[in-house]
């Protein structure tokens, strides 16, 4: 049945195309040729399993990367999963009429159905497995992008710059200013820093250490550090986490901050 692997191929990529026509049809021609492909090597692993006793199918891999084709023809996780569980349905189809054509004994005939389905179980798991990571790599990036345009630098005068904080501070958030935005400032010769907290709601001890990290840093670069924009709550909880704001000037808002340095 495996000795001629292109028929194979053609046969099992047929009858899925006949069996479920919203899958397969009016496919372009890379996209027949993806999943002609995927197919054969998939058969092809198989062949290798079934005349190797010490082939298990653990170490599948394909010679070529699925995912790069497949996003680049629009598909999805879920439509390469549904091609190759309808592959695998129709090649053991193919093998019961195998066995019953040919009288196969029974014991045979499940070893081959149980290492097919172990190879497309594996295939369907590994191409999970790298659809996954690489949507996490896709995030990660995403999100750092995201947390460095969150604090961006302002230039307001040749050197005075402003970090207009809005929204919520977390460690993320705070590391990006502190490990990205405070080199840049270096960099921008900047020698007045004014963080504006104008948007700035609550905050936790947490965070205040951390501001009080980026202003030890700030002052070892030679910059002067500005708070604007407290409102009364933020004052209050400083007030009673007993923090001392004395590095910092601090000013009503960036307006008055303008006017003083």
Same mark, same amino acid.
């Given at each position: 049945?495996?000795? *001629? &692997?292109?028929? =194979?191929? $053609?046969?099992?990529?047929?009858?899925?195309? /006949? +069996?479920?026509?919203? !899958?397969? %049809?009016?496919?372009?021609?890379?996209?027949?040729?993806?999943?002609?492909?995927?197919?054969?090597?998939?058969?092809?692993?198989?062949?290798?399993?079934?005349?190797?006793?010490?082939?298990?199918?653990?170490?599948?891999?394909?010679?070529?990367?699925?995912?790069?084709?497949?996003?680049?023809?629009?598909?999805?996780?879920? *439509? &390469?999963?549904? =091609?190759? $569980?309808?592959?695998?349905?129709?090649?053991? /189809? +193919?093998?019961?009429? !195998?066995? %019953?054509?040919?009288?196969?004994?029974?014991?045979?005939?499940?070893?081959?159905?149980?290492?097919?389905?172990?190879?497309?179980?594996?295939?369907?798991?590994?191409?999970?497995?790298?659809?996954?990571?690489?949507?996490?790599?896709?995030?990660?990036?995403?999100?750092?992008?995201?947390?460095?345009?969150?604090?961006?630098?302002?230039?307001?005068?040749?050197?005075?710059?402003?970090?207009?904080?809005?929204?919520?501070?977390?460690?993320?958030?705070?590391?990006?200013?502190?490990?990205?935005?405070?080199?840049?400032?270096?960099?921008?010769?900047?020698?007045?820093?004014?963080?504006?907290?104008?948007?700035?709601?609550?905050?936790?001890?947490?965070?205040?250490?951390?501001?009080?990290?980026?202003?030890?840093?700030?002052?070892?670069?030679?910059?002067?550090?500005?708070?604007?924009?407290?409102?009364?709550?933020?004052?209050?909880?400083?007030?009673?986490?007993?923090?001392?704001?004395?590095?910092?000037?601090?000013?009503?808002?960036?307006?008055?901050?303008?006017?003083?340095?």
């Amino acid at each position: 049945m495996f000795e *001629d &692997l292109t028929s =194979l191929t $053609s046969k099992i990529y047929t009858k899925t195309h /006949l +069996a479920d026509n919203d !899958l397969l %049809e009016n496919l372009s021609e890379k996209e027949e040729t993806l999943h002609w492909t995927l197919l054969n090597e998939i058969l092809l692993q198989l062949k290798l399993t079934l005349t190797d006793e010490t082939q298990q199918g653990e170490s599948f891999t394909l010679d070529f990367d699925i995912l790069d084709e497949a996003t680049e023809l629009g598909m999805g996780i879920f *439509d &390469l999963i549904e =091609l190759l $569980s309808n592959y695998r349905y129709e090649l053991l /189809l +193919a093998y019961q009429e !195998l066995c %019953e054509k040919n009288n196969f004994h029974s014991k045979d005939c499940n070893r081959l159905s149980n290492k097919t389905v172990r190879i497309f179980d594996e295939a369907i798991l590994q191409t999970s497995i790298k659809y996954t990571k690489r949507h996490e790599n896709h995030l990660s990036l995403a999100e750092k992008e995201i947390l460095s345009l969150s604090a961006p630098i302002v230039p307001i005068k040749e050197d005075v710059s402003v970090i207009p904080l809005v929204g919520s501070l977390n460690s993320q958030r705070l590391d990006t200013i502190f490990n990205v935005t405070l080199p840049n400032v270096a960099e921008a010769k900047v020698e007045t820093l004014i963080l504006d907290f104008s948007g700035i709601y609550s905050f936790d001890t947490f965070v205040a250490g951390k501001i009080f990290d980026i202003s030890k840093t700030l002052k070892i670069l030679g910059v002067d550090s500005v708070i604007t924009g407290l409102r009364p709550e933020l004052a209050q909880t400083i007030v009673q986490l007993g923090l001392n704001l004395n590095t910092f000037t601090i000013y009503k808002d960036v307006k008055t901050a303008l006017r003083k340095v």
